[in-house]
């Protein structure tokens, strides 16, 4: 079950100053944990801290209250992963940008290519990083 952390801020403006579109949520996994992806497939994320970049463009706050949300249908990639037991997200970031250009300079490993990529036409290749 996800959790919030307790650095997790409510504003809809990214530090930019402008409106908030890209959201990193910074992700504690405890320990080694098996997660079926949806049809990504079934993979393994070794403990650690990982980052997701997403985004939205219409209801941004609500976007992020589902993400903290222990209850909700499985449909986006980060779903399957926030389910999973031990995981929970301890930080979300707001960003003014797109998706991509703040995924592109967070640094870290791909542990699953196409994870949370499946509309990236920038070639990030995953929008989940190993940060940690």
Known sequence: MAKSGSTIPSAATGPEGGP?????LLIEVAAPVRVAVGRLGEFEF????????????????ARIRR???PAKKMHWHID???AAPGVRIREVRRFGEGE??????TAGGIPVPGF?????????GSHLKRVG
């Open 46 to 61: 070794a403990a650690g801290l990982y980052c997701y970049t997403g985004s939205a463009l219409r209801n941004f706050e």
């Open 80 to 82: 399957y992963l926030l």
């Open 116 to 124: 949370g990529a499946s509309d990236c036409s920038a070639g990030c």
């Open 20 to 24: 908030a579109r890209t959201y990193q």
């Open 100 to 105: 991509c250009p703040v995924n592109r300079r």
């Open 67 to 69: 993400h903290l949300s």
